[in-house]
Structures are given as structure tokens and as C-alpha cells.
């Protein structure tokens, strides 16, 4: 069973993780919610607190299939700045683990680091202009090798679709949740 990550740090798009981890978990995929910082509960960026399900610090050498990095713009900046945040992607970067980065994670994080390493990449709105290591793609969702990008709240289905797939090859099950969440 693939395993992945959704990394939550204070002012996480609340929207854009739990879309991501309901879809993903309705695909059988064992989904953690790892806070990014010492306690468990994480306010998102619209001040909704959410219990996170362990601590970043208390997995920080556990391997998963994808790490996912919702954004907003006080999470983004949040993850952007934590050290262990950038040593937990680099490490499974180098793995060729997914990195998936939606919305203002892809500049912020990734981009703002040096991490997107040439490869394409979407976020959202002007952020890209401060990006000068990736080749910004203005697409819903962007995948190259092991990075899929997503725009931002409004692709965040077709962003776990992409990841779904790309960890279990099962469109018509995708399709089939989709369908039943009418998404599609």
C-alpha cells in the first residue's frame, strides 16, 4: 500500500489538504498528516484548527511514497522556513519520491530553495516571476518526473488524481470516486 505525507504548517489552505487527503484515502492510500511544528494542532489559514495525526519531527526519517504541500499564503511561508520541512523534501527528493506541491507551495517552498531543480512547474498567480530554478508551465496541474505541481484550490481534485494515479495506476477507480464525490 503506498503511503504519503501532507505536510501541515500554521496558515495551511485547509480546502487543499483535506480534498487531498479525502480523495487519497478514499483510494485506499494511507494518508498522514504530519504538523510542522511541536504541537498537533495546526490552525489553518481561515483560523479552522485541525488535529494533525503525528508530528513532522516524530517521522522525520520515515520514507513515504509522496510528500504533499498544501499552500496558503502563511502556510507556504510557514513550510518555506522550517529547516526540517526543507531537509524532509530533500531527502525524498533525492529518493525520487513524489514531491507535490499545490498552489503557492511550488514558489514558496520549493522555488524559494532551489528545489524545483529545471524541472516544470505550476502555482499560483504572479509567484512564479520569483522563481528562477523551475520552468513555470501554465497548466491546472504539471507533472515532471518525480515533482507534480497543482495550481491551486480550484485543481486541488485533479492534483490528488494526479497523485493518486501516479501511486496506484487505477484510473477507472479514480474515476469511479470522482464520479461519486460529483466532481465529474
Known amino acids: 500500500m503506498s503511503k504519503a505525507a501532507v505536510l501541515l504548517a500554521p496558515g495551511f489552505e485547509e480546502a487543499e489538504a483535506i480534498m487531498t487527503v479525502d480523495l487519497l484515502r478514499r483510494l485506499d492510500i494511507e494518508v498522514d498528516t504530519l504538523a510542522c511544528q511541536d504541537d498537533m494542532m495546526v490552525v489553518s489559514y481561515h483560523n479552522i484548527a485541525m488535529l494533525a495525526d503525528c508530528t513532522l519531527s516524530s517521522v522525520q526519517t520515515a520514507l513515504y511514497d ?10 507556504s511561508v510557514n513550510l518555506a522556513a522550517n529547516p526540517m520541512v526543507l531537509d524532509f523534501i530533500r531527502r525524498h527528493d533525492a529518493a525520487q519520491r513524489l514531491i507535490c506541491p499545490l498552489c503557492s507551495a511550488g514558489a514558496r517552498v520549493l522555488g524559494a530553495h532551489n528545489l524545483l531543480r529545471g524541472r516544470h512547474y505550476v502555482c499560483s498567480g504572479d509567484l512564479y516571476q520569483q522563481v528562477t530554478d523551475g520552468i513555470y508551465i501554465d497548466q491546472p496541474v504539471v507533472e515532471d518526473g518525480n515533482l507534480i505541481s497543482g495550481k491551486g484550490l480550484g485543481v486541488a481534485f485533479d ?8 501511486l496506484t495506476g487505477e484510473q477507472e477507480k479514480i474515476d469511479f470516486q470522482l ?3 460529483d466532481y465529474k
Open 179 to 181: 464520479r461519486h464525490i
Open 66 to 75: 509522496a510528500i504533499i504541500l498544501p499552500g496558503g499564503p502563511d502556510g
Open 159 to 166: 492534483f490528488a488524481a494526479a497523485i493518486a494515479y501516479r
